[in-house]
C-alpha cells in the first residue's frame, strides 16, 4: 500500500526565502511527527500531531518554524525567513493510533538546501 | 542526549550473519528498545522493537540481555541492500512520540 509520501523531495531557497514542505500520512493515521536531519546525524524531533491537534512542539527551533495539519490528514511544515542552519533534510512519520509502541513509517524526507 | 550507544561503522561479508550491538545501560523498566535502519537518501524504515525478551520477524532478530543493558540485532544473512545505518532507540511505554536517535551504526555489506 502507499506510504507516507513528502513533496518536494528536494528544494533549494535563497536566505530569507519561506518555504513549505507537505506530509501526505498514511491514510487513516492518527498521529504525524515532523524530525529534522542534519547531515551525518541522526533525527532529531520537531512537533508531533494527534489528529488535527498539535500536542508538541518543543522541538521546533525558532519561531520561524511553523507545523500544521489543519484536517488531520495531510500536514504542512512551513519555515519563514530561511537560514542556511536551516539547511537539512526534513522527515516526516504517521502512526496508526497514539499508542506508546505504535511503529512510526516515515517518508523519503525533503533536503532544503538554502544558499 | 540518546541514551544508546553503538559503534560508528561495521562491515560483514554477504549471506554471513550481521551483529550490531547496542549498549543502553541506563535503560529503565518502561523502556521499549527500538532499531531502525536509514538506507541512503531514504527516509527510516523499522525494523524490530521488544521490551526484554527476544523478538523475531522476517527482517531480523532482537536479543536482549537478561539485565536489559545491551541488545543486539541480528541480520541473519546479510544482502547488499542492507547496507544502511542502524539505529537503536530507547523509548518510553509513557511517551508516545519523541524517539531519541544517536548517531547509529554505518553497516557496511560487501561482497
Known amino acids: 500500500g502507499a506510504g507516507v509520501s513528502q513533496s518536494p523531495r528536494y528544494k533549494v531557497a535563497k536566505r530569507g526565502q519561506d518555504v513549505a514542505l507537505r506530509c501526505d500520512p498514511i491514510s487513516g493515521h492518527v498521529s504525524l511527527f515532523w524530525y529534522q536531519q542534519a547531515l551525518g546525524q541522526g533525527p532529531e524531533f520537531l512537533t508531533y500531531f494527534q489528529n488535527e491537534a498539535q500536542l508538541d512542539k518543543s522541538g521546533l527551533p525558532s519561531d520561524r518554524f511553523f507545523a500544521e495539519r489543519p484536517e488531520g490528514s495531510v500536514s504542512t511544515l512551513k519555515i519563514q525567513r530561511t537560514q542556511q542552519e536551516d539547511s537539512a533534510v526534513y522527515l516526516c512519520?504517521?502512526?496508526?493510533?497514539?499508542?506508546?509502541?505504535?511503529?512510526?513509517?516515515f517518508g523519503p524526507g525533503t533536503r532544503l538546501t538554502v544558499l | 542526549d540518546a541514551k544508546t550507544t553503538q559503534p560508528p561503522s561495521m562491515d560483514c561479508a554477504e549471506g554471513r550473519a550481521a551483529n550490531l550491538p547496542c549498549n543502553h545501560s541506563?535503560?529503565?523498566?518502561?523502556?521499549?528498545v527500538y532499531w531502525y535502519r536509514q538506507i541512503h537518501s531514504q527516509g527510516p524504515q523499522y525494523i524490530i522493537h521488544g521490551l526484554k525478551n527476544n523478538e523475531t520477524n522476517e527482517m531480523a532478530s532482537l536479543i536482549i540481555t537478561e539485565d536489559r543493558k545491551s541488545s543486539t540485532l541480528i541480520l541473519p544473512h546479510a544482502t547488499l541492500r542492507d547496507t544502511a545505518v542502524y539505529y537503536c532507540?530507547?523509548?518510553?511505554?509513557?511517551?508516545?512520540?519523541?524517539?531519541?536517535w544517536g548517531a547509529g551504526t554505518k553497516l557496511i555489506i560487501k561482497p
Open positions: 512519520a504517521s502512526s496508526l493510533v497514539s499508542g506508546s509502541t505504535d511503529t512510526q513509517y
Open positions: 532507540i530507547v523509548k518510553s511505554v509513557d511517551s508516545n512520540y519523541q524517539l531519541i
Open positions: 541506563t535503560i529503565s523498566g518502561n523502556e521499549y
